[in-house]
């Protein structure tokens, strides 16, 4: 019985590796073109909806909507600069030197903590103010490690596990 299980795995290993390699085309392109990359129009407008999305879902009462103006601007500044640092990187020539390379990151992540910082103190007076339900919904609207991880994918392993869980950001030993 082992053998026919294994002969079974075997080929359909065999069979499906050949089906992904049918798909792409010369040089590894996929055969239905390539693939989609984002421009910086395309995250500033995502940054934009949602922006709009998080307001649209917490539904604001008039007191709440007089501290909401801080914080959208903190989450636009955050937009622009993600939308800048982007549309700066693909037209720029990545550094070919590794001391440049960690000068420059470094750089990006302190704009990146910067801009963090700022939501954070304009999301604290807007997140005192919302009732139980709301707060759900801002932990769930709010994220804010940012719309990025849907792109490479890793937006939707490291939150569908549950508080605690491998990949979490509150997990032992978790990736900044």
């Keep these: 019985m082992w053998k026919s299980v294994l002969a079974g795995t075997t080929a359909l290993a065999i069979a499906g590796g050949s089906l992904v390699y049918a798909q792409q085309g010369p040089g590894g392109q996929r055969a239905d073109g390539p ?94 103010s919302l009732d139980d339900a709301q707060k759900q919904r801002f932990t769930i609207l709010a994220r804010l490690d940012g719309p990025m991880h849907h792109w490479r994918g890793e937006h939707s392993r490291r939150n569908s596990r549950g508080p605690g869980g491998p990949g979490r950001e509150d997990a032992p030993g978790a990736r900044p």
């Design 35 to 128: 693939r989609w990359r984002p421009t910086a129009a395309d995250i500033s407008a995502f940054g934009d909806a949602r922006v709009a999305a998080i307001k649209a879902g917490l539904n604001l009462t008039p007191d709440q909507e007089k501290v909401w103006p801080a914080f959208e601007k903190a989450l636009r500044d955050r937009n622009k600069l993600r939308s800048d640092r982007f549309a700066a990187r693909a037209s720029a020539d990545r550094p070919t030197d590794p001391i440049e390379r960690m000068q420059l990151r470094a750089q990006r992540m302190s704009d990146a903590g910067t801009s963090l910082k700022a939501i954070a103190e304009a999301a604290g007076p807007l997140y005192k």
